[in-house]
Nanobody
């Protein structure tokens, strides 16, 4: 079993930056897919960015390309989401998810049902 703990959320003005962290503990295979999702009130959950911990390849939603960067520190079992040029529409609860038995794939990384572990979330609020 894996435990995922997110941190780094907060309130920021539009144009600002935040860095989210997701620390994994417990069963953490070296090759897994780690992904950030978000969900705003009244909206569907959205896959934001994913990373293959084995090879480092990444995937991004169109809405965050060029502004967000996902990265990892394998020694610390931590995945980061650097969020720059934040917009009010980025306001949401951000969740870390893990697929422990597979790499990320372009056809599935954005589907929440594909993951088998989730964190509790960290809130991001961007004011205009």
């Amino acid at each position: 079993q894996v435990q995922l703990v997110e941190s780094g959320g907060g309130s920021v003005q539009a144009g600002g930056s935040l860095r989210l962290s997701c620390e994994a503990s417990g069963y953490t295979p070296s090759r897994r897919c780690m992904t950030w999702f978000r969900q705003a009130p009244g909206k569907e959950r959205e896959g934001v960015a994913a990373i293959n911990t084995g090879g480092g390849s990444t995937y991004y939603a169109d809405s965050v390309k060029g502004r967000f960067t996902i990265s990892q520190d394998n020694a610390a079992n931590t995945v980061y989401l650097q969020m720059n040029s934040l917009k009010p529409e980025d306001t949401a609860m951000y969740y870390c998810a893990a697929q422990l038995r597979s790499d990320c794939y372009s056809r599935s990384w954005f589907s929440g049902e594909w993951y088998n572990a989730w964190g509790q979330g960290t809130r991001v609020t961007v004011s205009s």
